[in-house]
């Protein structure tokens, strides 16, 4: 059975920390890791990571992922009060539309 | 642009009631799915289809149909709901590619069974 973990679950910062989000799976036929920040309603696409060691970069969101040890981690620097969401890991085993989600980390950054 | 969009947003129904969540895309896209989220438990696959008339069971398919007669539609029946069955429904929808490629959710239907 597939499986995706993140973690913390919950996170409390304050605005200007520095956070990192963990995202680690156990699936059959992975072909590419998705992180997604979710405000009160739909999902919304943040990076799609496909390759070990490829940095993705927007702003102040960076990701990484490690094909080898089974993980990505999703950093955030500087962090704002907008920045609080909580922040899901997919993976893709197919290119059938299917995704396994993780729980979700819940990030709160207080003024 | 639409993207995908879900109807109803808000529903509650009784125990034993049958209902159809609504769903449709405009962009064209081969791949659709239903999930549901749970507090604690991420977004779970219940039905998916790779297109027109062809759709399989994800995680947690039991007391949900869905069919697709259309590229754009992917409607979910609830069958007899139940207390089990109060979640936020998110319908997706994304294209083929050589990876799992971005799904483009809608913005989710709170369903409660009473």
């Known amino acids: 059975e597939d499986k995706v973990v993140q973690s913390p679950l919950s996170l409390v910062v304050h605005e200007g920390d520095t956070v990192t989000l963990n995202c680690s799976y156990e699936?059959?036929?992975?072909?590419?890791l998705l992180w997604y920040k979710q405000e009160k309603k739909a999902p919304t696409f943040l990076f799609m990571l496909?390759?070990?060691?490829i940095e993705k970069k927007s702003g102040r969101l960076s990701s990484i992922l490690d094909k080898k040890e089974l993980f990505s981690i999703l950093n955030i620097t500087a962090t704002q009060t907008g920045d609080s969401a909580v922040y899901l890991c997919?993976?893709?085993?197919?290119?059938?539309?299917?995704?396994?989600f993780g729980q979700g980390t819940i990030l709160t950054v207080h003024p | 642009n639409a993207g995908v969009t879900q109807t109803p947003k808000f529903q509650v129904l009784k125990t034993g009631q049958s209902m159809t969540l609504q769903c449709a895309q405009d962009?064209?896209?081969?791949?659709m799915s239903w999930y549901r989220q749970d507090p604690g438990m991420g977004l779970r696959l219940i039905h998916y289809?790779?297109?027109?008339?062809?759709?399989d069971q994800g995680e947690v398919p039991n007391g949900y149909n869905v069919s697709r007669s259309t590229t754009e539609d992917f409607p979910l029946r609830l069958l007899s709901a139940a207390p089990s069955q109060t979640s936020v429904y998110f319908c997706?929808?994304?294209?083929?590619?050589?990876?799992?490629?971005?799904?483009?959710f809608g913005q989710g239907t709170r369903l409660t069974v009473v």
């Open positions: 997706a929808s994304s294209y083929p590619g050589a990876y799992a490629t971005e799904a483009f």
């Open positions: 289809s790779v297109g027109a008339g062809i759709t």
């Open positions: 962009m064209n896209h081969e791949y």
């Open positions: 997919a993976v893709g085993p197919t290119s059938y539309g299917k995704l396994t």
């Open positions: 496909t390759s070990s060691g």
């Open positions: 699936v059959t036929n992975f072909r590419s």
